[in-house]
């Protein structure tokens, strides 16, 4: 069936550091890809999201590339601040569009200054 | 900005009491989604409706769970029977037609004690 796995965390980093959060997946067909970020206490935030193969989403300096080849779709970010502290979410989207989502489980990012 | 609410945003029940959470989607969106998330892990489907009809049912809906949404517009997610199992954060979400993109509420924290 289809799944998303992601990097366990949580990630600590300092600010200015590069982060990097990888997410790999199995699916049938061509899924669409997202990130989702939720901050403490609230719901979830689209963040960016990929349709096809080689697309990039970007948002807020997150980048994210979706590599069919190794079923990919790791994100990124340059220089992270503390305000980037939040949990992280992979997710799919496999089927027709409105299909629901298949979420990873999650990557702790902390950020310290 | 009419984003996705929820209501109650956080609720304590006692064990085997019924609880019922309220989603109000994006107005223009047909579509409309349950899901429940735990502690440390990421989102779960439950259920999906396009207007009033519920297309989809995720194994994890079980026969204390009816999810609604009557008039294709607010929906609601009761649970009867309340177990200490079912505590969580249930989120809604909605997405228009055609569009690939979910949107979510900040989520209703059920605590069943």
């Known amino acids: 069936g289809n799944s998303v796995t992601q990097m366990e965390g949580p990630v600590t980093l300092s600010e200015e550091a590069f982060l990097t959060i990888n997410c790999t997946y199995t699916a049938t067909g061509y899924p669409s890809l997202f990130w989702y970020v939720q901050y403490p206490g609230e719901g979830l935030q689209l963040l960016l999201k990929a349709t096809k193969a080689d697309d990039k989403g970007s948002n807020k300096g997150f980048e994210a590339t979706y590599r069919k080849e190794t079923t990919s779709f790791h994100l990124e970010k340059g220089s992270v601040q503390v305000s980037d502290s939040a949990v992280y979410f992979c997710a799919l989207s496999a089927g027709q569009a409105g299909t629901a989502l298949i979420f990873g489980k999650g990557t702790t990012l902390s950020v310290s200054s | 900005d009419t984003g996705v609410s929820q209501d109650p945003r956080h609720k304590i029940t006692k064990r085997g009491q019924n609880v019922t959470f309220r989603c109000d989607p994006i107005s223009e969106h047909n579509r409309l989604y349950w899901y429940r998330q735990t502690l440390g892990q990421g989102p779960e489907f439950l259920t999906y409706?396009?207007?009033?009809?519920?297309?989809?049912k995720s194994r994890l809906l079980s026969d204390r769970f009816s999810a609604e949404r009557p008039k294709g517009s607010f929906s609601t997610l009761e649970i009867q029977r309340t177990e200490q199992g079912d505590s969580a954060m249930y989120l809604c979400?909605?997405?228009?037609?055609?569009?690939?993109?979910?949107?979510f509420g900040e989520g209703s924290w059920l605590t069943v004690v």
């Open positions: 979400a909605s997405s228009s037609q055609g569009g690939n993109t979910i949107y």
């Open positions: 409706f396009q207007n009033e009809a519920q297309l989809e």
